[in-house]
């Protein structure tokens, strides 16, 4: 009969602290990766998505599922069994011989994160009941925060040495001092009247996401008229509507669909996805231009998103007293905006050494500082707080796939757009470069650029670069549209906002 650990709540707070940085860590040391892979691997700019967004749709799919398994079957344990498959994946991306390999490595490194994602709360919580869970959530926060600041520059310090598998090998000796700790010093939990699983549907936003995304995604293999790319679209949609209205009917629904009733709650959680759709987008776009453009090592691509996330965070430290302030409808469309105006200097960025890429950063790690923590505030003050914590669970999970779905449509459009102009530039390259240039469309869209030179010469390097610039570009001002969107959702919608902080289980 296994005994109880000896536990105190300070063991918790470490490892339940240590694991949110874990996490947050391997959200953007990959990003520093990707061009490494992409070379090393030959990874076209389809597949380079999917190395991203696998671990994000099963992430986005099962976050509820692990907070549902963990209270019904033990938080410690479900923990422990995300944890396990997490780093074991995180050995099997480091081992991958190629991209499809790495990507299903991916995928399932995403379903372990789901599982320990929503019990790092839950299990704090329980060992910091009451009014003392703000401190220890804070501190939880802030060395999550600290783990999603410093992955690039860790992830740049690391590719300096060693190859681009280093950035999953990292997650290995955390995860096991992290399993080490829980399972000696982390006390069990579950919630007697927890929620049966919806496992329907569980399979339907699963299925859908992955359809949806696929359609987006593999656009650049067939055309966008083309039967599968229809398909996978028009399946997408159908499965994502028949989870809505299964959500409707049944007794126990993953996602409740009354707690959209709420506007304050509906609009929160709308803007959360916008946010992260962005985030995402930037950071995947600014790595390729930072180091196959500007040519810059991984190390100073990490140095140059402290930008971005140095002022995030400092502006997240002050975001709750400034929506106490000024409430969370001026304080989350005033975010938006800062972030919006970087954004429309992203995307009037050129490809010359001369062009500043690190002053539109500025303003949106602000803004978004000031936003995201913000919209956290208004969707939770929009609920009872009996139901905090599976509207905490929806917010997680309308961030994930805000953040999947988002880079499927930036990186199908950034192809498509560089691709076209690629097609239009080969006119004015000699006749007998042609043919040749005609096969480097797939290293265009990826910002390959020093690769295009090698197979097609110098002449192509301008060509190549004015390319990648236009898909770039285009992709940045559909992010500026959908900021400008959240800005308007903010003033019209959250009007009356309450400022109650948010709580969790």
């Known amino acids: ?22 996490i947050q860590l391997d959200t953007t040391i990959v990003n520093v990766a990707l061009p490494s892979i992409q070379g090393e691997l030959h990874v076209r700019p389809g597949n380079l998505l999917w190395t991203v967004n696998a671990y994000i749709l099963a992430l986005a ?26 780093v074991v994946m995180s050995a099997a991306a480091a081992l991958a011989p190629d991209d499809r390999a790495l990507i299903a490595a991916r995928a399932v490194q995403g379903v372990g994160a789901a599982l320990m994602s929503g019990l790092t709360l839950a299990l704090l919580v329980s060992a910091y009941p009451g009014a ?34 280093s950035v999953f090998w990292i997650n290995v000796p955390i995860g096991i001092a992290v399993g080490a700790l829980t399972r000696l010093r982390v006390a069990e939990s579950r919630d007697p009247a927890a929620r049966g699983l919806d496992a ?39 499965l994502l509507a028949a989870f809505l209205g299964w959500e409707g009917r049944v007794a126990e629904p993953l996602v409740p669909l009354g707690l959209f009733r709420r506007r304050d709650f509906a609009v929160s959680n709308a803007s959360m996805a916008i946010e992260y759709a962005a985030t ?34 400092m502006t997240s430290l002050g975001a709750a007293r400034m929506t106490r302030r000024i409430g969370p ?19 009037r960025l050129g490809s010359g050494a001369s062009d500043d890429a690190l002053w539109p950063l500025v303003p949106i790690g602000a803004g ?27 917010l997680n999970t309308s961030r994930q796939v805000g953040a999947a779905v988002g880079l499927a449509v930036l990186g199908a459009l950034g192809v498509d757009l560089s691709s076209r102009a690629w097609t239009h530039a080969l006119a004015g390259l000699p006749e007998a470069l042609r043919v ?70």
């Open 329 to 347: 409808r001026m304080a989350i469309g005033g975010g938006v905006l800062c972030g919006l105006l970087g954004v429309i200097g992203l995307a």
């Open 132 to 165: 003392r869970s703000a401190g220890a959530i804070s501190v939880w926060a802030s060395v999550g925060g600290i783990g999603f600041g410093v992955g690039p520059i860790v992830g740049g310090l690391l590719l300096e040495r060693f190859p681009w598998s």
């Open 280 to 313: 995402v987008g930037i950071l995947f776009f600014m790595t390729l231009f930072f180091q196959n453009v500007r040519g810059w090592s991984p190390v100073h691509t990490g140095l140059a998103f402290l930008a971005l996330n140095a002022p995030f965070l």
């Open 436 to 505: 040749t240039a005609a096969t480097a469309a797939q290293l265009v869209a990826g910002g390959q650029v020093a690769s295009v030179v090698r197979l097609v010469g110098p002449e192509a390097r301008e060509a190549a670069l004015g390319a990648f610039m236009t898909g770039f570009r285009g992709a940045m001002w559909v992010v500026a549209a959908w900021l400008l969107v959240s800005v308007v959702l903010a003033v019209l919608g959250l009007r009356g906002a309450s400022v109650r902080a948010p709580a969790v289980r």
């Open 368 to 394: 978004f500082g000031l936003a995201i923590p913000s919209l956290s505030t208004s969707a939770m003050g929009a609920v009872d707080a009996t139901r905090a914590g599976l509207a905490s669970g929806v």
């Open 1 to 22: 009969m296994a005994t109880e650990p000896r536990v105190a709540p300070a063991w918790t707070l470490a490892a339940m602290s240590i694991a949110q940085f874990m």
């Open 200 to 238: 329907v549907g569980t399979a339907l936003i699963a299925a859908g996401l992955f359809c949806l995304s696929f359609g987006l995604i593999e656009a650049d293999d067939h055309a966008w008229l083309s039967i599968t790319t229809v398909g996978m679209l028009a399946g997408g949609i159908v």
């Open 61 to 86: 799919s099962l976050i509820l599922v692990g907070g549902t398994l963990g209270d019904r079957y033990g938080r410690r344990r479900v923990f422990l069994v995300g944890l396990v498959v997490f």
